[in-house]
């Protein structure tokens, strides 16, 4: 069973068509990464997710219950992570932890809590004072209380440096060994890179792409380019690293030495092999591969839609 699926949903606000036909599945377990530029329409999904949107059009179900028939009972077994920070200036963290045990029923320590969020020394002190980082880490551990079965963290990482994100991805990873499972929203593709399982990017409401981080960089055309520094270069011998099957392209740059410049999505070897029999002379070589911005930019931009996503 799927812990979520959103399927043909569609959310207008008067003439905004923030969703327009959206319909994906995140598997129970898995850390799910949900991708977009800003105004993509990601808080507008998980409000919908969560019943605090109601659909135009479409379903949502989560953890195998409809989102807006039984959304006590779902968000009874979700930890959420809202975007902007909605805190109470004047109650404390341990305040704030006692209030989201309370109404989890759950029996949990806020000290133990705070201690996992890096906000245990701060624990007495009231909210109205604490700088944005404190903030979402207060928000984080709010999101814990009560082992969720499912964690929505709308753009985590907000105001924290990056050690607050470091931690804040370790404590992701934790929680999806205990079994959660995670869906977490961002607008920068590094940040999901370390810890998702899968990653969908939202683009004007619709779903561009949906794969794990390692599928997506090679979706895109020129994803692995071989630079290869050789003693001489000659035409056969550039035509037989073309004609590889993995080869889409193959340029000389430079001459005293040559770089022998290669796009290739699969066997790197196979190209230096085709080069070594011709009796060429291999110095060096490098690999580098697309850029996650470069990923991110092919399916959230028109002038990346050039860079040809497959
Ligand atoms: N309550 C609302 N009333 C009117 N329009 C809205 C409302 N909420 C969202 N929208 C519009 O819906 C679209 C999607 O917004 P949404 O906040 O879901 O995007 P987002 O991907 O979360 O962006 P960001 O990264 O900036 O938070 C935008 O055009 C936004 O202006």
Redesign the pocket.
Known sequence: MPAITVDELTKR??Q?L?LEDLSFEVEEGEVFGFL??????????INVILDFARPTAGEVSVLGMDAQHNSREIRRRTGVLP?GVELYDRLTARQHLEFAIESKDADEDPETLLERVGLVDAIDRKAGGYSKGMAQRLMLAMALVGEPDLLILD?PSTGLDPNGAREMREIVREENERGATVFF?S?IMEQVEAVCDRVGI?RD?RMVAEDSVEGLRDSVEGGTTLRVTVDRIDDDALQAVRSLPDVSDATVEGREPPTVVVTVDGSKTAVLSALEDRGIEIRDFETTEASLEDVFQSYTTDAGTEVHAR
Do not use: Q
């Open positions: 606000f008067g905004t923030a977009g530029p800003n105004g993509a329409g990601k808080s507008t999904t975007e753009e929203s607008h939202l409401g």
